[in-house]
């Protein structure tokens, strides 16, 4: 599936590159017989983040607000705002283009290319069927069928990939046939608790689980990187999963493996190889808010905002035919949730989770998609090794709420040649 991830948003570059909506190549070449002046490996680039204002009474979006109204921190040093724009029921209005990027002194860069603007949102469905419970299949189909028609609208383009045996992999399209005709191949492939209590152990907990945990950030890390290159459009991830925990269900794994060797957990505790595997596993949440944070930062770098979405809805106890203790799987619960909590918070989308209520849901996600205001600076802090950067927007306006995404990252320094 990261094969296909890659080549995801391919296709459908080729023919936005014409509209001026993926970056800029390289510069050309100069002429033979014409000196080439001396360039350096480094660039200045536009920072761009989405604005969601709305009246703190009505919540109703504003569609008013000026450029010199609001005021930009990054790190807590004022910015000055470049290009502002407004969406507004997916049309572009008042363009505010950008100017060329500041060259620092004694650096040559190649000159800036002016964009182009247009209407419509993209909408990337991350289905990671890798974390879905096969029982869960008819919810999350019923969960697309609900996008289909509450969220996805004529002019909406949107791609789709999944992480497993659905085999889900459509480049970015307007074509509303190709999401119903996916609805019907989402086939959940999660582990069930069982699958995990009795499943292969490592030093690092189970392995199965840690492999397709691995499977389902790299496909979403790869097609962050495809996004970056689209601009100029409010990228949205809906994101189709029931979360992760890399060590689930410990005690249950412990009984378990001292059932094995006909041992009691009290004296597999002291076998020096279960004791090397359970210090192992006290890394785990370390790893997993690793991992989550190399995705989030993926994803501002792209500008991409996760709406994380559990079609597990309303979660309660185990299933009868589960034999885990109550407390175990509510810790279960929580942490997966907070998990998908996690991707939404760090890059200004919300999490629908615990709640059955999709419809709603989706209708904010479609008005949040919809009407927005897009700002644009060239960052003061000239510190390369300053590689995440906070960002704070304000509004001069009373009685307004705003939201935009926190922070974003440089991207990764090149190695060395």
Known sequence: ??????????????????????????????????????????????????????????????????????????????????????????????????????????????????????????????????????????????????????????????????????????????????????????????LRPDDIIKGMQSSQGPTELRYRAHVAFSTAYDLMKNLEQLRNRRKAVIYISSGYDFNPFETSRLKYQAEMVGASPDELENDPFIRTQQQGTQFAEADLIRELAELTRAANRANATFYTIDPRGLVAGPEIDETLETAEWQTYVRETQDSLRVLAEETGGIAVVNQNDFDKALKRIDAETSDYYVLGYYSSNPDPLKRTRRIEVRTKRQGVNVWSRTSYSLRPLPPPQ
Request: charged share 20%; no cysteine.
């Open 1 to 190: 599936m990261r094969n296909s991830a890659k080549f995801l948003l391919a296709g459908a570059f080729a023919s936005l590159a014409a509209a001026g909506l993926v970056a800029q190549g390289p510069a050309p070449q100069p002429a033979q017989g014409q000196q080439q002046q001396p360039t350096f490996r480094l660039s200045v680039d536009l920072v761009t983040t989405d604005l969601i204002v709305r009246d703190s009474r009505s919540d109703q979006f504003v569609s008013d607000l000026k450029a010199e109204e609001i005021e930009v921190l990054e790190d807590g040093v004022r910015q000055e705002v470049v290009s502002f724009t407004m969406v507004q029921g997916g049309r572009v209005f008042n363009v505010q283009e950008p100017p060329p990027a500041p060259a620092p002194e004694g650096i040559i860069l190649p000159a800036v290319r002016p964009t182009n603007t247009a209407s419509g949102r993209v909408f990337l469905i991350f289905i990671d069927d890798l974390h879905l419970d096969f029982r869960q299949t008819p919810r999350t189909r019923d969960l697309m069928t609900r996008m289909l028609r509450n969220l996805i609208h004529e002019g909406d383009m949107f791609g789709m990939v999944s992480t497993g045996t659905s085999s889900i992999s459509e480049q970015l399209t307007y074509d509303r046939q190709v999401l119903e005709s996916a609805i019907k191949r989402v086939t959940g492939g999660g």
